[in-house]
């Protein structure tokens, strides 16, 4: 691992974000906190300062980055074009977690859009980016999750130390995210929108303001098959996982305790239960608790400390009570699967 920095934890008061805003302006990744998750930010037009995040994260050079703005200004330099689809989006979800990907712009480096002719762009309601990027003078930045490549992205500033410490010379602790999981992806590059991945904002939603269906990418609930080429790069790979085997369990909560009771029979060393609020004491094995099973806000704000949390406590491997896969809850199912690598049983 690489311990360049001795990385600093600093409170997103006045005195880190002038910090913040000077590593923006110099090109130095730092890590910051957005309602999402941690992000990793630089320059978006500079290709040294964007290829540090991935050193950082040791993320694959083919994955492209979300470009962070905090005003419909800095837009128009970053995409070639605003279509009528992504003004009505922006107008009902900007600031928030939704990512719109367009026809790429001049104010973008190749190293950001993983030479894509497409970028995403996403504004942030979290003030600390908004205040980052006004205190740098204006600097739209790429940032991905905190996360080292492969792992939960991080949703406090203690997750995002625990994999960027040494990597990054400053995080700044804005407190827990209030969303938890990662935007949603929109293309509005093509002939019609495609979601390529879900998040807070959904799919219903979106339908709404834009009056026409929004279809899901494929990937958000397949396996990709060999040779089949992803919409989003980063679908394509396992991702979101702890170390822990996770394996989700489709079916009531009976049906989750005699699948348990199944595998703890076999061997129950290091096997843990992750279920919904309420359900952990009556379960053979020990368990964590990941939010109320008809609250999927909950369950997306709590999900990836949770996996973050099984590897604290050394589990070798867990069942997962599965979501309901519908509104924010697809963006649970989603990740989980992912988590899972896609290892599902269905009661
Ligand atoms: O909430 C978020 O979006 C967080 C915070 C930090 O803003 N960022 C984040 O970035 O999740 P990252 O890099 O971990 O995920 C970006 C996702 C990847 O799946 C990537 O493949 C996709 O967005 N993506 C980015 N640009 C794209 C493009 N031009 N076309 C298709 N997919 C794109
Ligand atoms: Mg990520």
Same mark, same amino acid.
């Given at each position: 691992?690489?311990?360049?920095?001795?990385?600093?934890?600093?409170?997103?008061?006045? &005195?880190?974000?002038?910090?913040?805003?000077?590593?923006?302006?110099?090109?130095?990744?730092?890590?910051?906190?957005?309602?999402?998750?941690?992000?990793?930010?630089?320059?978006?037009?500079?290709?040294?300062?964007?290829?540090?995040?991935?050193?950082?994260?040791?993320?694959?050079?083919?994955?492209?980055?979300?470009?962070?703005?905090?005003?419909?200004?800095?837009?128009?330099?970053?995409?070639?074009?605003?279509?009528?689809?992504?003004?009505?989006?922006?107008?009902?979800?900007? $600031?928030?977690?939704?990512?719109?990907?367009?026809?790429?712009?001049?104010?973008?480096?190749?190293?950001?859009?993983?030479?894509?002719?497409?970028?995403?762009?996403?504004?942030?309601?979290?003030?600390?980016?908004?205040?980052?990027?006004?205190?740098?003078?204006?600097?739209?930045?790429?940032?991905?999750?905190?996360?080292?490549?492969?792992? $939960?992205?991080?949703?406090?500033?203690?997750?995002?130390? #625990?994999?960027?410490?040494?990597?990054?010379?400053?995080?700044?602790?804005?407190?827990?995210?209030?969303?938890?999981?990662?935007?949603?992806?929109?293309?509005?590059?093509?002939?019609? $929108?495609?979601?390529?991945?879900?998040?807070?904002?959904?799919?219903?939603?979106?339908?709404?303001?834009?009056?026409?269906?929004?279809?899901?990418?494929?990937?958000?609930?397949?396996?990709?098959?060999?040779?089949?080429?992803?919409?989003?790069?980063?679908?394509?790979?396992?991702?979101?996982?702890?170390?822990?085997?996770?394996?989700?369990?489709?079916?009531?909560?009976? #049906?989750?305790?005699?699948?348990?009771?199944?595998?703890?029979?076999?061997?129950?060393?290091?096997?843990?239960?992750?279920?919904?609020?309420?359900?952990?004491?009556?379960?053979?094995?020990? =368990?964590?608790?990941?939010?109320?099973?008809?609250?999927? &806000?909950?369950? &997306?704000?709590?999900?990836?400390?949770?996996?973050?949390?099984?590897?604290?406590?050394?589990?070798?491997?867990?069942?997962?009570?599965?979501?309901?896969?519908?509104?924010?809850?697809? =963006?649970?199912?989603?990740?989980?699967?992912?988590?899972? =690598?896609?290892?599902?049983?269905?009661?």
């Amino acid at each position: 691992m690489p311990t360049e920095y001795k990385t600093q934890v600093l409170p997103a008061d006045a &005195a880190g974000i002038a910090l913040a805003a000077q590593y923006l302006r110099q090109g130095v990744p730092f890590a910051l906190p957005t309602e999402t998750v941690y992000g990793i930010a630089a320059d978006a037009a500079n290709a040294g300062a964007v290829r540090g995040i991935f050193v950082a994260k040791g993320r694959p050079q083919d994955n492209p980055l979300i470009v962070h703005i905090a005003d419909m200004g800095q837009l128009s330099g970053l995409v070639a074009a605003v279509p009528e689809r992504a003004q009505k989006l922006a107008a009902a979800f900007w $600031p928030g977690p939704l990512t719109m990907v367009l026809p790429r712009g001049a104010g973008v480096c190749d190293a950001a859009t993983a030479g894509l002719d497409t970028v995403g762009v996403r504004m942030p309601s979290h003030p600390v980016v908004q205040a980052v990027i006004r205190a740098a003078g204006g600097i739209a930045f790429a940032a991905p999750s905190a996360n080292l490549s492969g792992r $939960p992205s991080p949703t406090t500033a203690a997750d995002t130390l #625990a994999d960027m410490d040494g990597r990054l010379p400053l995080i700044l602790d804005g407190g827990p995210c209030t969303v938890g999981v990662e935007s949603t992806v929109v293309s509005l590059a093509g002939e019609r $929108p495609l979601l390529l991945r879900p998040g807070a904002v959904t799919k219903e939603q979106m339908e709404r303001v834009l009056g026409e269906e929004v279809p899901l990418s494929g990937a958000i609930l397949d396996k990709l098959k060999p040779g089949q080429t992803a919409r989003s790069p980063g679908m394509k790979y396992k991702h979101y996982a702890p170390k822990a085997e996770l394996t989700l369990v489709k079916g009531d909560l009976a #049906a989750f305790k005699a699948c348990l009771a199944a595998q703890a029979e076999q061997d129950a060393g290091g096997l843990w239960a992750l279920c919904f609020t309420g359900e952990g004491q009556g379960l053979p094995v020990p =368990a964590l608790e990941y939010g109320a099973e008809n609250d999927p &806000a909950e369950q &997306a704000r709590r999900l990836f400390s949770a996996l973050r949390e099984l590897d604290a406590r050394g589990a070798r491997a867990a069942l997962v009570r599965c979501p309901a896969a519908r509104g924010v809850g697809l =963006a649970v199912y989603n990740r989980l699967l992912r988590a899972a =690598a896609f290892r599902v049983v269905e009661l």
